[in-house]
């Protein structure tokens, strides 16, 4: 067994990367995720592994110098909230455009605008459908433990160089503030293993130059590489992970990610001792969707919740997995309020069962 | 005499750096960009540093300068070369790294990423290409557009009061104390292309030397832009530009050399 730590869910984010190899760290302070570069700082991360940690002076100068560093190759990574992540948005569809690999965590707050500080699940459509301007994806993963925390980021930066894609984290600020125990993994190297062929670390005489860019002023061009880059989303989707709770004598379902599925393992318990059986599919990868697992479990139920802390958004990804086949119906407090595990039953009661 | 005893290698007197490849230029002809293009090839080639060299690319007219550059090459969005250059300066600390940036970009939009790059005093050289106009876009007010300077946003000429002051930037980083050398220079005669490759060579040096942050602003035309010939645009770069932005280094060794400067900080001198 690994080595056991009580710890925040932002501080495991922090340890995981200084084990995971990270070679950068570049971010600037917003809560609820302040924690990882704080604890980066106080770890000494830099003595720890020779890894590099920097606070900009923006989110704007901090994802461009995640660009940066990616461009060579190197294991790199920020995080924030959400208007910071919304800042970053520009730089990350360059990432995307130019095909880097990195890691973004964002500890979702309630919004619009600056919002609140308090925990949400409302960056959903933004994480998943592209966030920035173009066609495209990142490869999303929703941790719903301290634990998770910390495996994910081993995860993501593997998820990332295998399709030179960004890799987020969507967690929250539930996830970002609580303590847990973590089992936490061996220290890695910060050793490359990946095909280097594309990276831009100086041209030597024995190759062309490398380029990073996301420019192709030839509309036909720049459509192939759409192609391309359609082709590697459709690839991705052999990445999709979920978790099924009490689903195998399920005759309800509830689906949830990060928090909301915590607390709808205990609306599935209380749900049970009233002789209902629900079970709960907890999407791990929210890009890729774990649609088809999904439509199967869809078979078997009369209802499905979807149950996020927002207005109703991953709930459109759960009615085009199961093709209208079964009722489908939202519940979230949202805004920075969490739903409790009754205020989910009786929803579920009422717009499911009841309806 | 035939032309084949006049091109032999004996009679060379002027060769194209390697490192700029054959791709034809995009540049308007007369363009400052080309020259400034390759006065920083020849330096990378003298210097014997292309293997350790990465560049980055701004979003402007010279967007595409990793065309025409044959070294690894990052294409930064609008004004954040800086950070690019910082992320990759920093996981890299013993390559050469430079951004090649327009007014727009350097002054306007990526102001932020400018100044604190410039005042955390990355070990990087930022070549500033200062034509006072958005070139690529089509001519539009930049941030150093001149007083009264017509543009396509400013088609009356820049007014003061309606839309603020041209920014001297250079002038403003030659202040802050992570900068090592600072200096404003041009490409448009054989004698002013020289000292830019002086200045551009002492940057790169510095950087060996691990001395701080080495900052060269060009002052160039854009002909196009101005909607002037290349000769007339030179003649009035020469006229209405360099008394606003005088050429000359500002700091050396992370010493304040112009007189302006020293005045503005209330030190004397003769
Ligand atoms: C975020 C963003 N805003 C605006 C633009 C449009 N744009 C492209 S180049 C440019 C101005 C470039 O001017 P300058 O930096 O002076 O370079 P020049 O072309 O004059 O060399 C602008 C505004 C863009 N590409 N990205
Ligand atoms: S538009 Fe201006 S800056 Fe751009 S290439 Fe033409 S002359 Fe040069
Ligand atoms: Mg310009």
């Given at each position: 067994?690994?080595?056991?730590?009580?710890?925040?869910?932002?501080?495991?984010?922090?340890?995981?990367?200084?084990?995971?190899?990270?070679?950068?760290?570049?971010?600037?302070?917003?809560?609820?995720?302040?924690?990882?570069?704080?604890?980066?700082?106080?770890?000494?991360?830099?003595?720890?592994?020779?890894?590099?940690?920097?606070?900009?002076?923006?989110?704007?100068?901090?994802?461009?110098?995640?660009?940066?560093?990616?461009?060579?190759?190197?294991?790199?990574?920020?995080?924030?909230?959400?208007?910071?992540?919304?800042?970053?948005?520009?730089?990350?569809?360059?990432?995307?455009?130019?095909?880097?690999?990195?890691?973004?965590?964002?500890?979702?707050?309630?919004?619009?605008?600056?919002?609140?500080?308090?925990?949400?699940?409302?960056?959903?459509?933004?994480?998943?459908k592209g966030g920035g301007h173009g066609d495209y994806r990142l490869l999303v993963?929703?941790?719903?433990?301290?634990?998770?925390?910390?495996?994910?980021?081993?995860?993501?930066?593997?998820?990332?160089?295998?399709?030179?894609?960004?890799?987020?984290?969507?967690?929250?600020?539930?996830?970002?503030?609580?303590?847990?125990?973590?089992?936490?993994?061996?220290?890695?190297?910060?050793?490359?293993?990946?095909?280097?062929?594309?990276?831009?670390?100086?041209?030597?005489?024995?190759?062309?130059?490398?380029?990073?860019?996301?420019?192709?002023?030839?509309?036909?061009?720049?459509?192939?590489?759409?192609?391309?880059?359609?082709?590697?989303?459709?690839?991705?989707?052999?990445?999709?992970?979920?978790?099924?709770?009490?689903?195998?004598?399920?005759?309800?379902?509830?689906?949830?990610?990060?928090?909301?599925?915590?607390?709808?393992?205990?609306?599935?318990?209380?749900?049970?001792?009233?002789?209902?059986?629900?079970?709960?599919?907890?999407?791990?990868?929210?890009?890729?969707?774990?649609?088809?697992?999904?439509?199967?479990?869809?078979?078997?139920?009369?209802?499905?919740?979807?149950?996020?802390?927002?207005?109703?958004?991953?709930?459109?990804?759960?009615?085009?997995?199961?093709?209208?086949?079964?009722?489908?119906?939202?519940?979230?407090?949202?805004?920075?309020v969490i739903h409790s595990p009754e205020e989910v039953l009786d929803a579920f009661m009422k717009k499911i069962v009841?309806? | 005499?035939?032309?084949?005893?006049?091109?032999?290698?004996?009679?060379?007197?002027?060769?194209?750096?390697?490192?700029?490849?054959?791709?034809?230029?995009?540049?308007?002809?007369?363009?400052?960009?080309?020259?400034?293009?390759?006065?920083?090839?020849?330096?990378?080639?003298?210097?014997?540093?292309?293997?350790?060299?990465?560049?980055?690319?701004?979003?402007?007219?010279?967007?595409?300068?990793?065309?025409?550059?044959?070294?690894?090459?990052?294409?930064?969005?609008?004004?954040?070369?800086?950070?690019?250059?910082?992320?990759?300066?920093?996981?890299?600390?013993?390559?050469?790294?430079?951004?090649?940036?327009?007014?727009?970009?350097?002054?306007?939009?990526?102001?932020?990423?400018?100044?604190?790059?410039?005042?955390?005093?990355?070990?990087?050289?930022?070549?500033?290409?200062?034509?006072?106009?958005?070139?690529?876009?089509?001519?539009?007010?930049?941030?150093?557009?001149?007083?009264?300077?017509?543009?396509?946003?400013?088609?009356?000429?820049?007014?003061?009061?309606?839309?603020?002051?041209?920014?001297?930037?250079?002038?403003?980083?030659?202040?802050?104390?992570?900068?090592?050398?600072?200096?404003?220079?041009?490409?448009?005669?054989?004698?002013?292309?020289?000292?830019?490759?002086?200045?551009?060579?002492?940057?790169?040096?510095?950087?060996?030397?691990?001395?701080?942050?080495?900052?060269?602003?060009?002052?160039?035309?854009?002909?196009?832009?101005?909607?002037?010939?290349?000769?007339?645009?030179?003649?009035?770069?020469?006229?209405?530009?360099?008394?606003?932005?005088?050429?000359?280094?500002?700091?050396?060794?992370?010493?304040?050399?112009?007189?302006?400067?020293?005045?503005?900080?209330?030190?004397?001198?003769?």
């Amino acid at each position: 067994m690994g080595e056991l730590q009580l710890m925040k869910g932002n501080e495991a984010i922090a340890e995981a990367a200084i084990r995971a190899g990270c070679d950068a760290y570049f971010g600037y302070p917003i809560t609820p995720q302040s924690e990882v570069l704080e604890y980066l700082m106080s770890e000494k991360a830099y003595e720890r592994t020779g890894m590099v940690v920097l606070q900009a002076e923006s989110e704007l100068a901090a994802i461009n110098m995640v660009y940066g560093a990616a461009s060579t190759g190197k294991r790199v990574m920020t995080s924030s909230s959400s208007p910071g992540i919304s800042l970053k948005q520009e730089g990350i569809s360059y990432m995307a455009g130019a095909e880097l690999p990195c890691l973004i965590v964002n500890v979702v707050r309630g919004g619009p605008g600056l919002g609140t500080i308090q925990p949400s699940q409302a960056d959903y459509f933004q994480s998943t459908k592209g966030g920035g301007h173009g066609d495209y994806r990142l490869l999303v993963l929703a941790p719903a433990s301290v634990q998770e925390m910390s495996d994910f980021v081993k995860l993501a930066f593997d998820l990332a160089f295998k399709y030179r894609n960004p890799a987020l984290i969507l967690s929250d600020g539930v996830i970002g503030q609580m303590m847990e125990k973590v089992e936490l993994f061996e220290q890695q190297p910060r050793a490359t293993t990946f095909d280097q062929s594309w990276v831009t670390t100086g041209k030597t005489p024995n190759r062309e130059r490398n380029i990073i860019t996301s420019l192709n002023l030839d509309p036909v061009l720049q459509e192939q590489h759409n192609h391309h880059l359609q082709e590697k989303y459709e690839r991705m989707k052999a990445e999709v992970r979920f978790e099924r709770y009490h689903c195998d004598d399920a005759e309800y379902l509830m689906v949830a990610y990060g928090s909301s599925a915590r607390i709808c393992q205990k609306a599935v318990l209380l749900a049970r001792e009233k002789g209902i059986r629900v079970g709960l599919l907890r999407p791990i990868t929210l890009y890729p969707f774990p649609s088809e697992p999904l439509l199967e479990l869809s078979k078997q139920v009369k209802g499905i919740l979807s149950v996020e802390m927002s207005a109703g958004q991953m709930i459109e990804d759960v009615r085009l997995a199961v093709h209208d086949t079964v009722k489908v119906e939202h519940y979230g407090r949202y805004g920075g309020v969490i739903h409790s595990p009754e205020e989910v039953l009786d929803a579920f009661m009422k717009k499911i069962v009841g309806g | 005499m035939d032309i084949k005893d006049i091109i032999k290698p004996e009679n060379l007197v002027y060769k194209r750096t390697p490192l700029l490849t054959s791709n034809t230029l995009s540049y308007c002809p007369g363009c400052g960009h080309g020259t400034t293009h390759r006065v920083i090839m020849e330096v990378i080639e003298e210097m014997g540093i292309q293997a350790d060299t990465i560049g980055i690319a701004p979003v402007g007219c010279s967007v595409l300068a990793y065309d025409f550059m044959d070294i690894d090459m990052v294409q930064a969005a609008h004004g954040r070369a800086p950070a690019v250059a910082t992320g990759i300066k920093r996981t890299w600390p013993e390559k050469f790294v430079f951004s090649y940036q327009g007014d727009g970009d350097l002054a306007a939009i990526g102001t932020s990423e400018t100044i604190h790059c410039c005042n955390r005093g990355e070990s990087i050289v930022i070549i500033f290409i200062n034509n006072g106009i958005y070139g690529m876009t089509g001519g539009q007010m930049a941030p150093t557009t001149l007083v009264g300077m017509k543009s396509s946003t400013s088609p009356y000429g820049r007014d003061v009061a309606f839309m603020g002051n041209p920014l001297k930037i250079t002038e403003l980083v030659a202040q802050l104390p992570g900068t090592c050398f600072v200096t404003r220079q041009a490409v448009h005669t054989p004698a002013a292309v020289r000292k830019t490759k002086k200045a551009v060579r002492m940057a790169f040096e510095n950087q060996k030397a691990n001395k701080g942050l080495s900052f060269i602003e060009v002052v160039s035309n854009c002909n196009s832009g101005w909607k002037m010939t290349p000769v007339a645009a030179n003649k009035w770069m020469e006229e209405n530009m360099f008394p606003f932005y005088p050429l000359g280094d500002m700091k050396v060794d992370g010493r304040i050399v112009s007189k302006e400067l020293l005045s503005l900080a209330g030190v004397k001198t003769e």
